[in-house]
C-alpha cells in the first residue's frame, strides 16, 4: 500500500437498519442516520473505531471544576455529561476526484430535550480511508460555559501503543508552561493519573500528531488536525470517571476512550484560591475545529510520513447553521408578586423570573433564585409585547439538607388584557424514584403544553408544601421553595 495510492471512487448506500453503509476497496464505515454520527470504522477487516465518533463537551470534573463558578455545576445543570444527537439534515455528492462529501446538521439536546448545540459537519472521506471531519458549533442553549471542544471515540480496548508529536508532560491552558516538544512513544495507560478522587486528567497540549497501534491489530490509526489539539486516552468511560467518588469504584471498560480536544477549559484553583482566570474560559458562542483520522499498516508506514499530508480544507464550503426556534428570553416587562418573595433571596425581583439566568441550586444569593418560606409563590408576568405560547418551563430547586423542598404543584394561566385569564394549566413534573426522599435533585423543571395566541400577562402559581414533610429530620418547620425561571417557548 503506497501513500495516498488511488483506489478510485468511495461508494455509499442506505441500510434497512438505519445506518448510511459506506465503503472503499479497504474499509467500511456506518454512519447512523438517526443520529448522524459515525458508529464505526473497519479497515482491512480490522475493526479501527468501537462506538460513536461524536462532539464533546464533557470532561469528568475535577475537584476544582467542582466548586469553580463556572464549573460543573453549570455543566451539569445544562446536561452536557448527556446530550443525544438527532440529525436534522444532510446532502451527500461524490467530488470529482472520487471522495465523498456528506454535508449535515445535528442537533445536541440534554435528557429533557433541550436543544443546547447545533453542529455543522462536513466528512470528507477518500477512497484510501481517510477520514477527514469539519465541525462548526454554535452553542445555543444553557451553557454558558464549556469544561471542552473536541471529539471524543472509543477505541479497541487493545489499542494502547502511542506514539504522539508534541509535549511529554501533562497540560492544561492554565498549566502550560511545563514540557519539551518531541516525538514520544509510552503505552497509553500510563497517562493516566490514579487520583484518590477519580477526574479528568492527563491532557496533552499542542500536539501536532499521534497514532495509536495495538499489538494484536496490523492497522494503526493517525489522528491529526489543520492546528495543534489536546488529546487524553484512558480505559474508562467518562460516565464511571464522573460517578466514581473513589478510585476502588473506577471500573475499566473494554475499550480506550480517545479524546482529540480543539478547546480545554483551564483548571483553576477553586478548592483553595480563585477559579479559573478569564482568559482561560471556553464562553464563544461559536466554535470551529476539524480531525482527520488515518489509517496505516503497522511497521510499513510511519505516521510522520503521514503528517505530511493536510488536512481537507472545508470551511468555505460550510452553509449559514440554520435559524433555530430559541426560548424567549427578556420580555419581561414587570412582575408583580401576590406574596413578595423572602427579603434575603429577592434580588432583582421584578425582572428575576425571565431574565435567562438559571440558578445553581445551594447557591441561593447568587440572584439567580426568588425563595418563598412556607408561602406559596403566586405571581402576574407582564410581557413587553405579545407573544404566542406552546410551553412554559418553571425552575424549581429540591435539596432537602437545606429545606428546600419538592413543591405540592405549579400551574400557568394567561390573559391578552391583564384582567381576563385563561384557566389553569398544569405543569408536569419529571419523575424521580428515589428511595430515600433526602436525596437532593438539584434543578428541575416543571412543564407546561399549550396553545395560546397573543398574550402579554402570564399568572403562575407555585404552590409550597408549607412545612417540611414527615420524611425530614425537621418535619413541621416551614418549607422553603426556591424558583429561578420561567421560560416561554413558541
Request: net charge negative; aromatic share 10%; proline share 6%.
Amino acid at each position: 500500500m503506497s501513500l495516498k495510492e488511488n483506489k478510485g471512487a468511495v461508494k455509499v448506500y442506505p441500510t434497512d437498519n438505519g445506518y448510511l453503509t459506506i465503503s472503499g476497496s479497504d474499509f467500511t464505515l456506518l454512519l447512523d442516520e438517526r443520529t448522524g454520527l459515525l458508529s464505526s470504522y473497519i479497515f482491512d477487516g480490522q475493526k479501527i473505531i468501537n462506538d460513536y465518533l461524536k462532539p464533546n463537551f464533557w470532561r469528568a470534573p475535577t475537584l476544582n471544576d467542582e466548586v469553580d463558578s463556572h464549573g460543573s455545576l453549570w455543566w451539569k445543570q445544562a446536561g452536557l455529561d448527556n446530550l443525544t444527537a438527532e440529525r436534522m439534515a444532510t446532502d451527500t455528492k461524490t467530488m470529482e476526484d472520487g471522495r465523498l462529501m456528506i454535508h449535515q446538521t445535528i442537533h445536541l439536546k440534554n435528557a429533557f430535550g433541550d436543544l443546547q448545540m447545533i453542529v455543522n459537519q462536513i466528512y470528507i472521506i477518500s477512497a484510501d480511508g481517510e477520514v477527514a471531519l469539519n465541525n462548526r458549533v454554535e452553542v445555543v442553549g444553557d451553557a454558558t460555559c464549556l469544561p471542552k471542544v473536541g471529539m471524543q471515540m472509543h477505541l479497541p480496548r487493545d489499542f494502547e501503543n502511542l506514539t504522539y508529536f508534541g509535549k511529554d508532560a501533562e497540560n492544561y491552558p492554565d498549566r502550560n508552561a511545563a514540557g519539551t516538544f518531541g516525538v514520544y512513544s509510552i503505552n497509553a495507560l500510563d497517562l493516566f493519573e490514579q487520583h484518590v478522587v477519580p477526574q479528568d486528567n492527563g491532557n496533552h497540549s499542542e500536539v501536532r500528531w499521534m497514532a495509536i497501534e495495538s499489538p494484536q491489530n496490523p492497522i494503526g490509526l493517525m489522528v491529526t488536525s489543520s492546528v495543534p489539539f489536546n488529546f487524553s486516552m484512558y480505559p474508562y468511560s467518562d460516565q464511571i470517571l464522573t460517578q466514581a467518588g473513589r478510585i476502588n469504584q473506577l471500573e475499566k471498560a473494554n475499550f480506550m476512550t480517545l479524546n482529540v480536544d480543539a478547546r480545554q477549559a483551564g483548571l483553576g484553583t477553586a478548592t483553595c484560591g480563585p477559579g479559573v482566570a478569564d482568559q482561560y474560559l471556553l464562553m464563544d458562542t461559536i466554535y470551529q475545529y476539524d480531525i482527520c483520522l488515518r489509517p496505516y499498516p503497522v511497521g510499513k508506514q510511519h505516521p510522520a510520513e503521514l503528517y505530511r499530508f493536510q488536512v481537507p480544507q472545508t470551511t468555505e464550503l460550510m452553509n449559514p447553521i440554520p435559524l433555530t426556534p430559541r426560548p424567549t428570553y427578556r420580555l419581561i416587562k414587570k412582575t408583580t408578586f401576590v406574596n413578595p418573595p423572602a427579603e434575603r433571596y429577592s434580588a432583582n425581583a421584578n425582572v428575576a423570573l425571565m431574565d435567562g439566568k438559571k440558578g445553581v441550586v445551594g447557591d441561593y444569593y447568587w440572584q439567580n433564585w426568588l425563595g418563598f418560606n412556607g408561602d406559596d409563590m403566586e405571581a402576574v408576568i407582564e410581557l413587553k409585547e405579545p407573544v404566542d405560547v406552546n410551553m412554559v418551563k418553571i425552575g424549581v430547586a429540591h435539596k432537602p439538607e437545606g429545606w428546600v423542598v419538592w413543591p405540592k404543584g405549579a400551574w400557568v394561566a394567561f390573559s391578552k388584557d391583564g384582567k381576563k385569564y385563561t384557566e389553569w394549566y398544569p405543569t408536569e413534573f419529571p419523575m424521580f424514584n428515589k428511595p430515600d426522599p433526602m436525596t437532593s435533585l438539584g434543578r428541575v423543571e416543571a412543564r407546561a403544553k399549550v396553545d395560546v395566541k397573543k398574550v402579554k400577562f402570564l399568572k403562575v402559581k407555585v404552590e409550597n408544601q408549607g412545612i417540611l414533610p414527615k420524611w425530614h429530620p425537621n418535619a413541621g418547620e416551614k418549607a422553603w421553595i426556591m424558583v429561578d425561571e420561567v421560560r416561554i417557548e413558541n
